[in-house]
């Protein structure tokens, strides 16, 4: 077994005993630590994660230990991340991972606290990435040189960002990643302080991946020929961290994620003029309409946030679009409003 093994996932080939049997979700989520209202690394704080858990975990790899409810906390690159176990792929099955991921929130947080006052000390989490984790289980014999998980990668990379910023970004996103991690497809974006909506976006990105991994090619070329639009002229950039690809907000002709949704400013690879809501819309209809319905669970919350009923998390007080919105929407976009979400 690897010492670090978020360093080995991607460069080699993944041992045959951790093969998964069964198609396949989970998630991550990152957390920036401050202590004291101070911003710290928590590794080099605390150093392990059983510095601030009072009970004894089964220990993973390296700093990883494995939870009461059933996933792993562990620090990476200067922030605390949580992860889910492995989520079987099938009905309910995106909100089992959501409901699981946050469950993993509580309790570290459920620690945290009780260290806070033995320490006398006050920390605070401030949630800023979710990845959301999609098996890659088409056999070798089935890939090819246009048919593999890097091709993948890089055709979701074009398809994936409108519908999910529409669901799950708010006002100062910047980007939405893909990236290819050996025997499954990592989809990074912000993190979404609402496990509704955070429902929504899995169940988009798995639903839209596991639609275009089910394609007998993953070349760009179909782009011309299918009935998914992206946005003309945009290419994706090499992702910051790892392998893999990132479309910023830089990349387009201005920034989605400040523009109005609703207007068509947006021209298509077609030709087109449409609006992110419209393009959003196609994407996941299209997919939603060859996929089976037995992962959809919580697609409806992705169909309302790509309509109007919802208002997704780009709309904040002060913003136009807002008005007229209940109490409770007017609460929820303002507290998606800001840079992540503190966790207290």
Not at 50 to 63: N, Q, T, V, Y
Not at 75 to 83: C, I, K, Q
Not at 228 to 238: F, L, N, Q, S
């Amino acid at each position: 077994m690897p010492l670090n093994w978020k360093d080995e996932i991607g460069n080699d080939r993944v041992p045959q005993r951790t093969w998964l049997k069964m198609p396949a979700i989970g998630m991550e989520s990152e957390f920036n630590v401050w202590l004291d209202e101070i911003e710290i690394d928590p590794k080099k704080y605390w150093r392990h994660p059983s510095a601030f858990i009072d009970r004894e975990l089964l220990p993973r790899e390296k700093s990883s230990l494995q939870l009461p409810t059933g996933g792993a906390v562990y620090f990476d690159r200067g922030v605390v991340e949580v992860v889910t176990p492995v989520i079987e792929l099938g009905p309910h099955s995106t909100a089992r991972m959501v409901r699981n991921l946050w469950e993993q929130i509580g309790f570290v947080r459920e620690q945290l606290t009780k260290w806070e006052k033995q320490a006398g000390h006050t920390v605070r989490l401030k949630a800023y990435s979710a990845h959301y984790n999609v098996s890659f289980e088409i056999p070798k014999s089935q890939q090819g040189p246009n048919r593999n998980i890097k091709k993948l990668a890089l055709l979701l990379a074009y398809i994936l960002p409108v519908p999910v910023m529409i669901v799950a970004a708010n006002r100062r996103s910047t980007g939405v990643g893909v990236r290819p991690r050996s025997n499954r497809i990592e989809v990074t974006l912000d993190f979404t302080p609402d496990p509704g909506l955070m429902v929504a976006a899995a169940t988009l990105i798995v639903g839209v991946a596991r639609e275009v991994m089910s394609w007998a090619s993953y070349d760009l070329s179909l782009l011309q020929k299918l009935p998914i639009p992206v946005i003309a002229g945009v290419v994706p950039g090499k992702h910051t961290t790892r392998k893999g690809w990132l479309t910023k907000d830089f990349h387009y002709p201005q920034s989605p994620y400040t523009s109005d949704i609703n207007a068509p400013i947006w021209t298509t690879q077609y030709g087109k003029k449409r609006s992110l809501r419209q393009i959003g819309k196609q994407v996941a209809f299209y997919c939603d309409s060859r996929r089976s319905r037995s992962i959809h669970v919580g697609a409806h919350r992705s169909t309302n946030g790509l309509r109007r009923r919802r208002p997704p998390l780009q709309m904040g007080n002060g913003d136009p679009r807002a008005e007229g919105l209940s109490r409770r929407d007017r609460s929820d976009a303002a507290e998606a409003a800001g840079v992540g979400a503190s966790v207290d």
